[in-house]
């Protein structure tokens, strides 16, 4: 088995996937129509899904709300430089969660929440 896709269910795919693209700078690769969008993000791509036309198939799930506590999982993007594009980040909207902090194994990490509440790591890549 391989990873194939990470999939938010969102109330507005086209309000996340603009966000997503001035945020973190990431491509939209695939959209069919509001219901479902996909973004370049390497191997596995990044997907968001209607939380209505989701919900309207029987799956039941916690929505992502700005004024929830963050749901019990995130997303990490690898960059270069985390600070500024945590810096980045913020200017399009994202809410600071914790600023960009050099980890004792030499990652960079920092936090933000999308617009929608999801929580999203922005780090540098672990050195081996």
Not at 5 to 11: D, E, K, M, Q, R
Not at 32 to 40: G, I, S, V
Request: with cysteine.
């Amino acid at each position: 088995m391989k990873l194939g896709y990470a999939i938010l269910y969102v109330a507005d795919v086209p309000a996340t996937v603009a966000f997503y693209e001035r945020a973190f700078g990431l491509a939209c690769r695939f959209r069919h129509e509001d219901q479902y969008a996909e973004l370049e993000t390497g191997a596995t791509a990044l997907a968001f899904a209607n939380e209505t036309f989701v919900a309207s198939s029987g799956v039941q799930f916690a929505r992502n709300r700005a004024e929830h506590v963050a749901a019990g999982a995130e997303i990490a993007l690898v960059c270069e430089d985390v600070a500024v594009r945590f810096k980045a980040a913020l200017a399009a909207g994202a809410m600071s969660v914790i600023e960009p902090t050099q980890k004792p194994w030499g990652q960079t990490v920092s936090y933000v929440r999308d617009c929608n509440g999801f929580l999203v790591e922005l780090c540098s890549a672990v050195s081996e």
